[in-house]
């Protein structure tokens, strides 16, 4: 990497050229590491915005991350919070049930952890489990499955009706570059943890986890919580697109005023009724 020395000392292209070369870094691959580090700076300005306007005006916020293991789910949300007033924004990662949970109605759970007034949550998974990952695992009997499917758009609904503002969010991912993520968490002591019993399977249930997904979004994209699909082969423009469509969604007070693009590629982000290819097949 560069460092402030190294280009103070830098006068013209050629010289800077001539340095990466001397540094062997990779001069193209670090312009763009710069450009969307700026671009993600001014869309988290965009996005304090949209949190004061939330805070004065007292609205609820739910957003969910929803995926295939290793699509950038938790990079994403990190995203979203890094900057954001701890105190009316908050991450959502559940643990699985007690044994007490498991007894309960199963959206109770998620009932407790919804966004109060003057308040958002991001959701690094959801209630949507039971849709995909219960049954793919068998953490869920067919009856509890069904069930599930019957009842979510009713429950949404009702938190529509009620007034909270639902994002949804699948993040798409091939199995080729999924298959390279978890390659690239085994071998890093850093990245380790991330690497589960769960995520060992994905691979190999792969057909199943598309079966059970595309059962999801025939079901459960509706006009009032439609699934908003973002392709995540490249996570760092998913990580913007994914910002620039939260911010679309929302009239606030300074919007646009930090110079940030806030116009989503359709490539990247789109309605589910919209995909014309299966990106994860």
């Not at 209630?127 to 219960?134: I, P, Q, S």
């Not at 990245?191 to 997904?213: G, I, L, R």
Request: charged share 30%; with cysteine.
């Amino acid at each position: 990497m560069f460092t402030k020395e190294d280009l103070l000392q830098v006068q013209t292209r050629k010289e800077l050229v001539a340095l990466a070369k001397k540094k062997k870094i990779k001069i193209k691959k670090s312009i763009k590491r710069a450009e969307y580090e700026d671009e993600l700076k001014l869309l988290q300005i965009e996005l304090a915005y949209l949190q004061k306007h939330i805070e004065k005006n007292q609205l609820r916020v739910a957003i969910l991350f929803e995926g295939r293991d290793a699509a950038g789910k938790g990079g994403s949300i990190k995203r979203f919070v890094e900057h954001l007033n701890p105190h009316t924004s908050a991450v959502v990662a559940l643990n699985k049930p007690t044994e007490v949970e498991r007894g309960q109605w199963y959206f109770q759970r998620y009932i407790e952890v919804l966004p109060n007034r003057g308040e958002i949550r991001f959701f690094d998974r959801s209630w949507y489990n039971r849709a995909v990952v219960e049954p793919v695992m068998g953490f869920c009997t067919t009856h509890q499955y069904n069930t599930f499917m019957a009842q979510v758009p009713n429950f949404e609904h009702m938190l529509y009706e009620d007034g909270i503002q639902i994002i949804k969010f699948w993040f798409d991912i091939t199995k080729e570059e999924q298959r390279k993520r978890f390659d690239a968490r085994k071998n890093n002591p850093l990245k380790e943890w991330k690497f589960s019993p769960v995520d060992m399977k994905a691979q190999e249930m792969w057909e199943d986890n598309t079966k059970y997904k595309e059962k999801m979004f025939t079901n459960t994209h509706t006009a009032f919580c439609p699934w908003i699909i973002v392709e995540t082969n490249d996570k760092e423009t998913a990580r913007l697109e994914s910002l620039r469509h939260v911010l679309s969604q929302f009239d606030y007070e300074g919007k646009g005023s930090s110079g940030a693009n806030l116009h989503t590629d359709p490539n990247v982000v789109y309605r589910y009724f919209r995909k014309n290819k299966n990106l994860d097949l």
